[in-house]
């Protein structure tokens, strides 16, 4: 069935969701997307690939710190590599000086970004040294002073991603999107805690409701979204164009199909056979190892598997012999190993655990 009324331009959907308009976001048409959110240490163009592979819509780099001085390091100098397989080139950055972020978007515009995302949205002190990333959100009148400057900066979309507000007492998730939508801003994705909340406590998403509400820009939903019939709970209580999914996405990059497919044709999606995940597994370490070389591939594959396994029973066991392999040979080896001697345990789990 298709999604879209090829007269009308808008959705139909089984569950009974409003009718949206598609909307455009540089030279693409997005109906309903569903985005990979861009995690620092995870969002790498490995993950991206399979993430798109397995149905998501967009993907969105890990974050970048706008000074540039600080592009030369190995781990900035891989974010800032460019793949078609990735989908849209969708940039994120993060800091807090107006210019040095106009700087960095038009730097990234030049290599070949499709969308600039600015950072509002995670604790980037960490990374940057100072308040930037969400922290900003307490400080209404420099965030329109760096939306300005980036827009202004590039002719490629800009994007926004932020919290409900700055803190608990002060959700000011409106106001600065309202700001945003005033500076020129094309899409605003909203994770539903605060930045004081930063990981604690239930995601509330009254607030994207809000926001939502407020602007006529289109809004995406984030938080905590795990499950096909989540995603349609918040669709339906944000009345948001789109969603973002996060850490549901590690070690299960298939549940952007699982979600589009129930969100699209009101049924659940065919589980991946026991092949297709060791297969997908197997090909995403690879793809790992390759992009990070030796020392560092094997750190991250770890990463991976360590999620992967959770959703295995006898998952635990590939995960003890995975951790102790330090190069990349032997982890592959384990992997293929694996696949030979449990093809007909992982058939059962995948039955199981998409029934
Ligand atoms: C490991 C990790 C790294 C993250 N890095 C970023 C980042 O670089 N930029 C950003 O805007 N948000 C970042 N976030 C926040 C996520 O994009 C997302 O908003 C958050 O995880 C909530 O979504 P979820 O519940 O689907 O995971 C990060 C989150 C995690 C768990």
Same mark, same amino acid.
Not at 53 to 65: F, H, S, V
Not at 151 to 169: E, H, N, S, Y
């Given at each position: 069935?298709?999604?879209?009324?090829?007269?009308? +331009?808008?959705?139909?959907? *089984?569950?009974?969701? *409003?009718?949206?308009?598609?909307?455009?976001?540089?030279?693409?048409?997005?109906?309903?997307?569903?985005?990979?959110?861009?995690?620092?240490?995870?969002?790498?163009?490995?993950?991206?690939?399979?993430?798109?592979?397995?149905?998501?819509?967009? #993907?969105?780099?890990?974050?970048?710190?706008?000074?540039?001085?600080?592009?030369?390091?190995?781990?900035?100098?891989? !974010?800032? !590599?460019?793949?078609?397989?990735?989908?849209?080139?969708?940039?994120?950055?993060?800091?807090?000086?107006?210019?040095?972020?106009?700087?960095?978007?038009?730097?990234?515009?030049?290599?070949?970004?499709?969308?600039?995302?600015?950072?509002? +949205?995670?604790?980037?002190?960490?990374?940057?040294?100072?308040?930037?990333?969400?922290?900003?959100?307490?400080?209404?009148?420099?965030?329109?002073?760096?939306?300005?400057?980036?827009?202004?900066?590039?002719?490629?979309?800009?994007?926004?991603?932020?919290?409900? +507000?700055?803190?608990?007492?002060?959700?000011?998730?409106?106001?600065?999107?309202?700001?945003?939508?005033?500076?020129?801003? !094309?899409?605003?994705?909203?994770?539903?805690?605060?930045?004081?909340?930063?990981?604690?406590?239930?995601?509330?998403?009254?607030?994207?409701?809000?926001?939502?509400?407020?602007?006529?820009?289109?809004?995406?939903?984030?938080?905590?979204?795990?499950? *096909?019939?989540?995603?349609?709970?918040?669709?339906?209580?944000?009345?948001?164009?789109?969603?973002?999914?996060?850490?549901?996405?590690?070690?299960?990059?298939?549940?952007?199909?699982?979600?589009?497919?129930?969100?699209?044709?009101?049924?659940?999606?065919?589980? *991946?056979?026991?092949?297709?995940?060791?297969?997908?597994?197997?090909?995403?370490?690879?793809?790992?190892?390759?992009?990070?070389?030796?020392?560092?591939?094997?750190?991250?594959?770890?990463?991976?598997?360590?999620?992967?396994?959770?959703?295995?029973?006898?998952?635990?066991?590939?995960?003890?012999?995975?951790?102790?392999?330090?190069?990349?040979?032997?982890?592959?080896?384990?992997?293929?190993?694996?696949? !030979?001697?449990?093809?007909?345990?992982? #058939?059962?789990?995948?039955?199981? #655990?998409?029934?």
């Amino acid at each position: 069935m298709s999604a879209t009324d090829q007269a009308s +331009g808008h959705l139909h959907n *089984p569950h009974g969701l *409003p009718d949206i308009k598609p909307f455009r976001l540089g030279k693409h048409v997005l109906e309903r997307p569903i985005l990979l959110a861009p995690m620092v240490g995870v969002s790498d163009v490995p993950f991206r690939e399979v993430c798109l592979q397995q149905g998501a819509t967009l #993907t969105i780099a890990e974050m970048l710190p706008a000074d540039t001085a600080m592009w030369k390091s190995e781990k900035n100098r891989l !974010r800032l !590599r460019r793949t078609a397989a990735c989908g849209p080139e969708i940039v994120q950055i993060a800091g807090f000086d107006p210019s040095m972020m106009a700087e960095a978007a038009r730097l990234n515009a030049d290599m070949g970004a499709e969308v600039i995302d600015i950072n509002m +949205g995670c604790p980037a002190k960490k990374v940057l040294k100072k308040a930037a990333g969400s922290a900003l959100m307490r400080d209404p009148e420099l965030v329109e002073q760096i939306l300005r400057a980036v827009v202004q900066a590039v002719d490629i979309p800009v994007t926004l991603k932020m919290r409900t +507000g700055w803190c608990r007492a002060q959700k000011n998730g409106v106001d600065i999107a309202r700001i945003a939508e005033d500076c020129g801003i !094309r899409m605003i994705s909203v994770h539903g805690r605060t930045r004081e909340c930063r990981f604690v406590g239930e995601v509330e998403y009254d607030t994207i409701a809000a926001i939502k509400q407020s602007i006529g820009i289109p809004v995406i939903a984030n938080g905590d979204i795990d499950s *096909p019939e989540k995603a349609l709970q918040v669709l339906r209580h944000t009345g948001a164009d789109g969603l973002m999914i996060g850490r549901a996405a590690q070690g299960k990059p298939w549940i952007f199909r699982e979600i589009r497919q129930y969100l699209e044709h009101g049924d659940h999606a065919r589980p *991946p056979s026991a092949s297709e995940i060791s297969i997908l597994m197997q090909d995403h370490i690879c793809a790992l190892h390759a992009f990070y070389g030796d020392f560092r591939g094997t750190l991250f594959a770890r990463k991976h598997i360590d999620w992967y396994s959770k959703a295995l029973p006898g998952g635990e066991l590939l995960k003890s012999e995975f951790m102790q392999a330090d190069c990349v040979t032997d982890q592959q080896d384990i992997l293929q190993n694996w696949h !030979r001697e449990h093809l007909s345990l992982l #058939t059962v789990v995948a039955a199981q #655990t998409h029934q």
